[in-house]
């Protein structure tokens, strides 16, 4: 079993709507979550980062973390052409060693 | 702030030829990761390193990679010799050091390898 499992889509969402993008894991010592914008070509963007459990949110952006199922939500509001991109999520232990998830493809049709 | 810079971005090679990459990571930060992304997977950590020392290797393959962070401040990753499976795109990554771990890591652009 992966450490971090997420589904890699492709999702593809009119502009305006309401995307969730989710992660499940197995290790239950995470502990650090963080959620990363990747464009073709570029390197992973931080977009949001939580310790422990609850919700932190950010401008269009919400985290969510659920210990007790061991899954993690990233809710974009209002989604715009620009959010097209992959979204990686990230987790840790320790706040060393990080276990990304494959990443969910993500397009707003205009 | 500059970002984390690296060089080259784009490589092609031979199988069995080698290659080096080069990191420049944010100023200050006394954390440095390389990881590598195959298409269509997450990063995968292969080295972390604080300061000049070495946190975390257990996922590099030591009998063709080696990774040095020579004054704490930039790094390098060898290939030597390289494979086709090696083909992928190399990040680093730098974070500052926090009590209890590191966290919120910044990427580099990434240095896309392609082995023929």
């Known amino acids: 079993q992966k450490e971090v499992e997420q589904d890699p889509g492709p999702l593809s969402v009119p502009e305006g709507a309401i995307v969730s993008l989710n992660c499940t894991y197995s290790n239950s010592a995470f502990q650090y979550f963080m959620w990363y914008r990747q464009y073709s070509r570029k390197g992973p963007e931080l977009l949001m980062y939580?310790?422990?459990?609850g919700n932190k949110e950010d401008g269009r952006f919400t985290a969510q973390v659920d210990k007790s199922s061991k899954y993690i939500s990233l809710f974009i509001r209002d989604s715009q052409p620009s959010d097209s991109a992959t979204y990686l999520c990230?987790?840790?232990?320790?706040?060393?060693?990080?276990?990304f998830g494959t990443g969910t493809s993500l397009t707003v049709i205009p | 702030e500059a970002g984390v810079a690296q060089s080259p971005r784009y490589k092609i090679i031979e199988k069995r030829q080698s290659v080096a990459f080069w990191c420049n990571p944010i100023s200050g930060h006394a954390t440095l990761y390389w990881y590598q992304q195959i298409l269509g997977q997450g990063p995968k950590l292969l080295i972390q390193f604080q300061n000049n020392g070495v946190v975390d290797d257990s996922q590099l393959p030591k009998d063709r990679f080696s990774a040095e962070r020579l004054k704490g401040v930039d790094s390098t990753l060898k290939i030597q010799p390289a494979k086709l499976e090696d083909s992928a795109v190399y990040l680093c990554a730098s974070s500052l050091v926090r009590q209890g771990g590191s966290y919120e890591q910044y990427f580099g652009p990434g240095t896309r390898l392609t082995v023929t």
């Open positions: 939580t310790y422990s459990s």
């Open positions: 990230a987790m840790s232990a320790t706040g060393n060693q990080f276990y």
